[in-house]
């Protein structure tokens, strides 16, 4: 009998990395999260890597040695040939070969990823774009990130750049993107987007409710807040996060307009919160800013692996990477 | 030894209509070009076409039996597998069984194609093109198409109708499209758009020149008169052709940070008018407006066959759909 092999997939990100323990049928085992020492650079975040990806093997009473391939997906350009993360200003991160030294430590093969592929990738092969060979990916959070699905392969372009959906311009001469551009979509509907929406709201008085609450610190408004609000019908932040939908579903349709794709699956952490709230109006928005022709033959879907769709697609672009 | 074979490519156009004829290589043997009869509907255009055949034959001493594939770009939505032309009001055709009638009147095999995607594929296999197997083609001229070549081949999307790039929104709540929305490429760009602009500047008398010769109608803004204005150095009509590179040079920084193409072709009616004024400022504004790492990573090119793309394309198209 052969001996059953262990994946694991990180979702590392600047706040929390989240380590998941995987068979090798993409079976969750276990799974362990922690706060990201973003502060103290790459051999701190590796050395948490290493423990949550040790802890999560404890629970399972699972040698680590057991692991054959760890996937690590980041929000930052990477260079996957060397298993190198090319730049993380937020996580004092720059040149750093987070797959040797991971692989070197856990005695397992490595891969990196980028984080929005790699969920695009998740819900491909076993979530919600299953049976959806072309296909694009919106992930909406603090950034909005995209991947693209071509022929049943995330399409990376000539350089490995491709699914930059969040810098498609949208608005020319609109609001300030951290790019560097105006009317970039993320500038448009990201979470923090609608942060700076919601505190110049509240400090006008159109909520009380988060007034009382949380005040006017732009760096409280996280989902949650918006959350609480929609779930207390609060119509000043409803309509924040309807407009953060309505610029989405204009990317959308730019994006059905340019790929003709099949599916388009909404994921990431503002997604998760607001699901159907957010989904309809994100649609609606699309249908009504593409060629009319195109609406029939596009399905718009929510990811079903939610926080998991990273890790899994990381552990499984690893697991693949092994040939 | 084995007998020659010939083939021809039409691009039909609502205005005129250009019919030339190729050698195997698709090396230039003759053409013929004539108004093309939109008032009369799909027997009379097909009438023209057979007609146009004939003479480019003619003018070669061929005789037409000889021709074994003729490919016809039609600037509308088409049906590949039957041959039909789905849709084309603008010269009075619905559901037209153009390549099905035309292989019979001329005893050749057919084959339809967008005229833009025709045009790229053209430029790809004989033009600015050669050796870039990632690339996004622009065609400017009444109105704005595009063409998506990935890993060598064009792009058509999960039911034939990608490359919309004309349609992408720029600017939500911008100039009325022909589409219906509000502040696509193609409202903002195109030289319909420059029409607009340019009656309105100089019935404000911003362009006496233009008003003593073409006066203020928006019929007779066609190309050859921007040109005039650019040789003579119109302000005015410098910053309408200057406006429309800008627009275009957002689209092609939207489609980099999304596709990630080595190269960008324009081409059209606009472009083989304005050549470099028109691409300098084009590709100006895309490096502005994309994410800054990728601007190395990508050429921008003017179309080398310039009236020839389109139809050396649908004759390439035909003569490859053979087999």
Known sequence: MREKTFYIGVDLGATKTLAVLYDEDMGLIAQARAKTPSDKGGDA??????????EACAQAGLDVSKVKAVGVAVPAP???ESGTIIQAPNMGIKDYPMGKKLAKALGASSFLENDVRAGVWGEFRKGALRGYKNAVGIFVGTGIGGGILLDGKLWGGSHGHAGEIGHMILQEGGAVCGCGQYGCLEALASRSAMAKDAVAAIASGKS???MERYGTDFRKMKSSVFEYALSEKDEAIQKIIARSAFWVGIGMANLVNVLDPEAIVLGGGVIARFGDFYKKRAEE???EHMLSGFAKGVKVLVSELGDLAVPTG????AKEAMG
Request: net charge neutral; hydrophobic share 60%; no cysteine.
């Open 45 to 54: 975040i590796l050395a948490s890597i290493v423990e949550l990806a040790s």
């Open 78 to 80: 990477i260079d996957r």
């Open 208 to 210: 009380p409710l988060l």
């Open 285 to 287: 928005s699309m249908k």
């Open 314 to 317: 990381a552990a499984l672009s």
